[in-house]
């Protein structure tokens, strides 16, 4: 008894161009369904490698801009607090000038005195003012 094997070579090709088809399907529902153009490395890989560059930079920017506000406060801070101690200082002054005036009694003057000594006390505490563990006014920044 001959053994016969029957091909069927159209069936086979059909099947392959069928299988193709819906990989080309599935490739393209991907793509449609996460928006992107590259979602394996098997889609493009030198472009994967790029995106991955620009993502990368992209979150350094970000680090960079994080930085620079953080400084703009620390500085925003720096700027009131001088202004605080101009305001101070310009008190002390007035109160100096008052305190030396010949007309004022010595219960005047040693309340210019006491204020004085409060005003002390505030640009003490102003030069211990720190933004996150940093300090304002210190000359090694860290308290």
Do not use: C, W
């Amino acid at each position: 008894m001959p053994l016969l094997i029957n091909t069927n070579s159209a069936a086979t090709m059909a099947s392959l161009n069928l299988s193709r088809a819906n990989e080309a399907l599935r490739k393209s529902l991907g793509r449609l369904s996460s928006g992107k153009r590259i979602n394996t490395p098997a889609d493009d890989a030198g472009g994967l490698a790029v995106a991955y560059k620009l993502n990368s930079k992209s979150n350094r920017t970000r680090g960079v801009i994080q930085n620079v506000q953080n400084s703009l406060s620390y500085l925003q801070l720096q700027d009131g607090g001088l202004e605080i101690v101009g305001k101070i200082l310009d008190r002390m002054g007035e109160l100096r000038t008052m305190a030396q005036d010949i007309t004022k009694n010595s219960s005047d003057v040693a309340n210019y005195s006491m204020e004085f000594v409060e005003l002390q006390g505030q640009l003490n505490q102003l030069k211990n003012e720190t933004f996150n563990g940093i300090s304002l006014f210190a000359a090694g920044g860290h308290t």
